[in-house]
């Protein structure tokens, strides 16, 4: 094949090696780490509160017989805290953030 018929972007190699993609802001790159970071610590909160929940309520329940309803309540509210704990993260995580939302047109609300 011979060149490339498109003219040269500038400053770039002519649509190659990826001189000609938009660059990436720190914004668009701090928001990725944050998503890692909340998926992260809603797994291990989950997988903590499931884990202590669970044998918390088995030794319950070996303790006063009442053999599989303590666990499964334990493993409940672990979820329960789970979700929580993801609910409070998202909150501060949009209070936190003073980008403007997208739709909102800058004048108050969908009723201005």
Do not use: I, N
């Not at 018929?5 to 790159?29: K, N």
């Not at 409940?76 to 909150?91: E, K, P, S, Y």
């Amino acid at each position: 094949m011979g060149p490339d018929p498109r003219p040269p972007a500038p400053g770039g190699t002519g649509g190659r090696g990826g001189a000609d993609r938009p660059r990436r802001s720190g914004r668009d790159v701090r928001g990725v780490g944050t998503l890692f970071e909340l998926a992260f610590t809603f797994a291990g909160t989950l997988l903590a509160g499931m884990a202590v929940g669970y044998y918390g309520g088995r030794w319950l329940d070996r303790g006063l017989g009442t053999d599989p309803w303590l666990q499964l309540l334990g493993l409940l509210l672990g979820v329960v805290a789970a979700f929580r704990v993801l609910w409070r993260t998202l909150q501060r995580q949009v209070e936190d953030d003073p980008a403007p939302r997208q739709g909102s047109g800058g004048k108050g609300g969908p009723h201005s």
